[in-house]
């Protein structure tokens, strides 16, 4: 027989700074939940916007992570 296998996500929405890039907040936004002992499927990025603090580059991402 084949059987499917099913299981329950949940959305995990974070917010998450880098003073190096959007890939680097992406990154700690995942790793996070991984480290964490979350099973993570995929994520989706919702939004990237940055600021200038102290003549400095700031990146933010708003990641959705979908979790087991």
Request: aromatic share 8%; charged share 30%.
């Amino acid at each position: 027989t084949n059987k499917e296998k099913r299981y329950y996500v949940k959305n995990d929405i974070r917010c998450i700074n880098s003073d190096l890039s959007f890939s680097d907040a992406v990154q700690k936004a995942v790793k996070g939940l991984i480290e964490k002992g979350e099973n993570v499927h995929f994520f989706k990025l919702q939004e990237q916007r940055g600021t200038v603090k102290n003549g400095k580059l700031e990146y933010q991402v708003i990641v959705e992570i979908s979790v087991e």
